[in-house]
């Protein structure tokens, strides 16, 4: 923002120059984007929710990033040269890129960084998304030392990193925030503090000027981000916005020119009230639920699919959410090239034959109207996943099965969930970070961060480390679909719903934004008329 002149200034020399500031002044750009929620934190390998990646996007760039379309462009790495067996990728930095403190960006920080994200101490939820580097497992199960990890610099502005295998999806996977950079220098002289305004240093296009928790997030220009000429956008402004239906006034007020979710049962008369402003599209995320697979009586796959069986998805994607989400089959979603899900196998089931079957086996467990069955629902507030929760309660009444519902803010939520916490049965949801079946599968393996449901099993675990190392990228899509039938068709180490669409809104004064499968929409591609 630029300061107020002091009245001690005379002249004319002052008089020009505060019509040039006035002149800067009228030309900033502010955007106002909803954002679900506010972060958990602003660490980005601490961070594991939708709303915390929008923020790291902006805020810090990895080697390679996604552009407005979702397709992978260089970011913080000008180039890179891949072996010819695969398995090692070595990138070039660029020569201008800068912290935002002015020092450069070197290959060390990027070497940092990866051990930091392995390290168990770190406790990052993402740190099995490095699994395909070099004794990267190893290190997160405090079995090797993190100056293991198969990353080195071979100068200032060459990071070469070595693979266990080739991995068809490993620069998509640069993309996710658990491998951007941190300053080293910034972390060490203030630890958990160093996320705070004024003292976070980054390298994206914009640097953290103020976080007031439950009101605002603002981003402002990074002058020193090497492509900062490219930047339209000077400050944005994240607000959470959980409340779905308060966030739609404030965008049809001007409050708001983007915000990424609505109610659904809004959808036809926002569609005639806000036209092209609103957008809905098909995009990689699986809604679902999960059980606590290590906790009696949910340790019981029999009694999960009886549960399961009970859910109308098709009354919750057509109902509840306007036709707004497919119902749910596979917890990998359709549009994968290369790969069949393995579907649970009532999929084809009437609802009638489906209710028979869930009945027995309830039966045959000891539930019924007069053995009833208490389970508690636990879901992140929003007017969706309430009217989704309400529904799976009325649906699950008739059978004996008494459920209760437990809310909380998204943080709260997944901070429980990432905690190891106690619950019967708990809403999540995925994204895809990259588009691979193994993204979804990974979440149900042995030990994952992200494993909410504590689901463990070595058959399971063994396919995907078989499609690890397969070479034969027809082979290995077989192979993920083994897992998926074991762990979720079988076991449901998650019980899937619904495949997300997108829902946004998005202002006419918009210009540049594209909508894309992945949903992923940085500031630095956006300006406003």
């Not at 949801?429 to 990259?434: L, Q």
Request: charged share 20%; glycine share 6%; with cysteine.
């Amino acid at each position: 923002m630029t300061k107020p002149l002091k009245s001690l200034l005379l002249g004319s020399a002052a008089l020009a120059l505060t019509l040039s500031l006035g002149t800067a002044a009228m030309a900033q750009m502010t955007l106002n984007r909803g954002n679900l929620d506010d972060p958990e934190s602003l660490d980005p390998h601490r961070t594991s929710t939708l709303a915390e990646a929008n923020l790291m996007r902006d805020l810090f760039s990895g080697l390679v990033a996604l552009d407005a379309g979702a397709k992978v462009i260089p970011d913080a790495a000008e180039r890179w040269a891949v072996s010819e067996d695969g398995l090692t990728y070595t990138f070039t930095l660029r020569a201008d890129g800068k912290w935002s403190d002015g020092t450069p960006v070197t290959a060390d920080d990027f070497v940092y960084s990866w051990r930091r994200v392995v390290t168990p101490d770190t406790a990052a939820e993402y740190a099995f998304m490095l699994a395909p580097v070099v004794n990267a497992e190893a290190i997160t199960a405090g079995k090797m030392a993190p100056d293991t990890l198969g990353i080195v610099a071979l100068d200032a502005h060459t990071v070469q990193v070595t693979l266990n295998a080739p991995t068809p999806y490993f620069l998509q996977m640069l993309t996710h925030q658990s491998t951007y950079p941190v300053q080293r220098a910034n972390v060490e002289a203030l630890g958990n503090a160093f996320t705070k305004p004024g003292n976070l240093v980054s390298n994206g296009a914009y640097v953290l000027a103020d976080f007031v928790p439950n009101d605002h997030i603002t981003l402002a220009k990074n002058a020193r981000f090497y492509a900062a000429d490219t930047v339209a956008i000077d400050t944005v402004n994240y607000y959470p916005t959980a409340d779905a239906a308060a966030a739609v006034k404030r965008f049809e007020a001007g409050e708001l020119d983007i915000n990424r979710d609505f109610p659904t049962e809004q959808t036809e008369d926002l569609s005639a009230k806000l036209g092209d402003q609103l957008r809905v599209g098909a995009t990689l995320g699986t809604y679902y639920y999960g059980f606590k697979t290590d906790k009696a009586p949910w340790s019981n796959p029999k009694l999960r699919q009886a549960i399961s069986m009970l859910i109308d998805r098709d009354f919750l994607a057509e109902k509840v959410w306007q036709d707004t989400m497919l119902p749910a089959y596979s917890f990998v979603p359709p549009g994968i090239a290369g790969y069949d899900a393995a579907a649970l196998d009532y999929a084809e089931m009437s609802p009638l034959d489906r209710e028979d079957a869930a009945v027995a086996i309830l039966t045959e467990l000891g539930y019924g109207p007069q053995n009833p069955l208490p389970m508690e629902l636990r879901f992140n507030t929003s007017d969706n996943n309430t009217n989704t929760a309400v529904a799976v309660q009325e649906m699950l009444a008739p059978f004996g099965v008494q459920v209760s519902l437990v809310n909380a803010d998204t943080k709260s939520h997944y901070a429980h969930l990432e905690a190891k916490g106690d619950f019967d049965i708990a809403r999540a949801a995925w994204f895809a970070d990259y588009s691979d079946p193994e993204n979804f599968l990974s979440l149900c393996k042995s030990g994952t961060g992200n494993n909410y449901t504590q689901y463990s099993s070595p058959e399971y675990d063994g396919l995907l480390e078989q499609a690890a190392a397969e070479t034969d990228p027809a082979v290995r899509m077989t192979l993920l679909g083994q897992a998926e039938a074991v762990g979720v068709a079988r076991d449901l180490c998650v019980v899937p719903l619904m495949f997300y669409s997108y829902h946004n809104l998005v202002s006419d004064r918009v210009l540049g934004w594209q909508d894309n499968v992945m949903d992923v929409h940085p500031s630095r591609f956006l300006s406003l008329q």
